[in-house]
């Protein structure tokens, strides 16, 4: 099947996952949710939503494997990555920034993505060579004012606080903006939209970056990913060359600091 078929495939998927997460985000306040891990949470809307992408996912490309973050999954050579609900505590307490993730990995390469933000009633997918899609339309990432200089910073429980605050700022004493949405699924596609000039994480997973990679490649981004041949660990930098230039070196620094 095409990469063009896939991706067509793989928009729908999100956004009949989107239709579940909205009703349930309608009623989180009914939800059952428990935590993994320190601010990191699940509740039965994530769960509810990967078996819905799993079960169209098996029905549009059956036989394919399939890593969920919420119901696992052996990462394969050829491999759809999920995350159902990214932002899980965004939406818990309300935020319209969380999204859904579906990406397609293909010998350690993300080369589909599809993110639906169903509060914002926004889809943008991309499949590699063949430019980002936005609600169905064909677009091209547009940046009117290039002076306002903007990057979104991940965090997790893995990477260092004290790193990420030399990092930001760092950013900031060069007149950047930092943003943390406390959703790399919102970051990466806000990069790509050209809301932010870039996106950084250390320590994330797979299925949190899979299809905003290729979102943001499609872009015309500067893309840095370490580790995506397993499953978490992975150290993502992507943005304008104006960004990529400045955080370089103390991304260098960094690694080896963890080293």
Known sequence: MRQEDRLRHAIAIVEAAGAVARHFFLQR????MHAKGPRDFVSEADLAVERVIRERLGLAFPGEAVMGEELGGELASCCWLVDPIDGTANFLR????WGISLGLVVEGEPVVGAIHYPILGMSIGAALGHGL??????????V??????AVA????????????????QTLRQQDWSVASYRCATIGLGFAALGYVDGYLERHTSLWDIAAGIVLCREAGLETRVDGVARPAGIDVMVGTQALVDVVKPLWRASARHDR
Not at 29 to 32: G, I, K, V
Not at 133 to 142: A, F, S
Not at 144 to 149: A, D, G, K, L, S
């Open 29 to 32: 306040t009914q939800l059952a």
């Open 94 to 97: 309300g935020s319209p920034l």
């Open 153 to 168: 910073m991940g965090e997790n429980a893995h990477w260092d606080a004290s790193e990420i605050a030399r990092l930001g």
């Open 144 to 149: 009117p004012f290039p002076e306002v200089r």
């Open 133 to 142: 899609v936005c609600n169905g339309q064909p677009m091209r990432r547009d």
